[in-house]
């Protein structure tokens, strides 16, 4: 129990500093955005391109923890979609934001501080593999369903929606923007760069390394910084009881699923650790931004971001207990 206190309590005592620090006005928001776009697009680039180009991943096969990883998502997304329509009457944007909601982890934020403050740099391992994918798989799926959702929505109002454009952007132009963004987004490339460098076969090391081991050092406690000065903006807007089924779903289902699936896919233990870690991470900003975008689902989003970053607290020192057993 003292090794969680140890690993929990300083995480969120830098979330709790950031709040506060907003609270009593001594930054602004504009600073918080500040901070939080330097972990985004300098830190955690950074680290990952470090850890890539370092880092032996063994035997291990990678496909295996996505199979595990990612069958949870889909089943989460799946539950959260259909459970708050069902509670709500939500159309079919909202509802896909409820799943988007229930099944988008906050890796960057919070699952790689937490996972690097219990395991050190090894338990990032995981973490790696699966943000290597996770960005553009989300972002992609989230896109195509709310672009798919919209449609329904225009086809059972008879009419067209006002916070939607009259004809939703074809197949093709939704595949082109979402490429773009992910090529222009700061964390693909710094994955890219380190699996190139890694491929060259060259040592990262001198100070090169150096520079990049006192940059991303910063990732983690930035971001838990950053995440906590964010949360007065969000706050709870309404919604209540659908963003306690969301929370519920990413805080405790999510990763019971991932630890059921990985345990039977003979992964190394620091890997299941790592994933249900990941899986058992709040919410993540971009389910958020994602429903400001789409105009769809806004205050669950907002209030779901903050109920599971905070009950996270308790939820991730109970998964933090069960995976030291």
């Not at 300083?10 to 930054?27: D, K, Q």
């Not at 990952?48 to 035997?59: I, K, M, N, P």
């Amino acid at each position: 129990m003292q090794t969680i206190l140890n690993v929990v309590v300083p995480i969120f005592s830098l979330m709790a500093l950031g709040y506060l620090t907003v609270a009593a006005r001594l930054l602004s928001d504009a600073v918080g955005d500040g901070l939080a776009r330097f972990v985004f697009v300098i830190a955690v680039p950074v680290l990952l391109f470090r850890t890539l180009a370092t880092v032996s991943f063994g035997d291990a096969n990678p496909l295996y923890l996505w199979a595990g990883y990612f069958g949870a998502v889909a089943i989460v997304w799946t539950i959260g979609t259909l459970v708050v329509r069902r509670l709500t009457e939500a159309n079919h944007r909202a509802g896909v934001i409820a799943g988007v909601s229930s099944a988008f982890a906050n890796t960057v934020f919070v699952a790689l501080p937490v996972l690097q403050r219990a395991y050190g740099d090894a338990g990032l391992e995981p973490l790696l593999i699966i943000i290597s994918i996770h960005l553009p798989m989300m972002m992609i799926a989230s896109t195509l369903l709310i672009e798919r959702a919209a449609v329904l929505d225009i086809k059972e109002s008879g009419e067209g929606d006002p916070g939607m454009p009259p004809a939703p952007p074809s197949l093709t132009e939704t595949g082109g923007r979402v490429l773009r963004n992910l090529l222009t987004n700061a964390i693909v490339v710094g994955i890219l760069c380190g699996l190139a460098w890694r491929a060259t076969g060259l040592p990262l090391e001198g100070h090169l390394d150096e520079v990049a081991k006192l940059l991303g050092g910063t990732a983690g406690p930035l971001a838990l910084f950053a995440l906590g000065m964010s949360l007065p903006r969000y706050g709870l807007r309404g919604d209540i009881v659908p963003a306690i089924v969301v929370s519920a779903l990413s805080l405790i289902v999510m990763p019971a699923l991932a630890w059921f699936f990985l345990t039977r896919l003979s992964l190394p233990p620091s890997w299941v650790r790592g994933a249900v870690i990941t899986a058992a991470s709040p919410l993540g900003v971009n389910a958020y931004l994602l429903a400001v975008y789409f105009k769809a689902g806004e205050k669950l989003a907002a209030t779901a971001t903050l109920i599971s970053t905070v009950a996270s607290v308790l939820t991730l020192s109970l998964w933090l207990s069960v995976l030291s057993g």
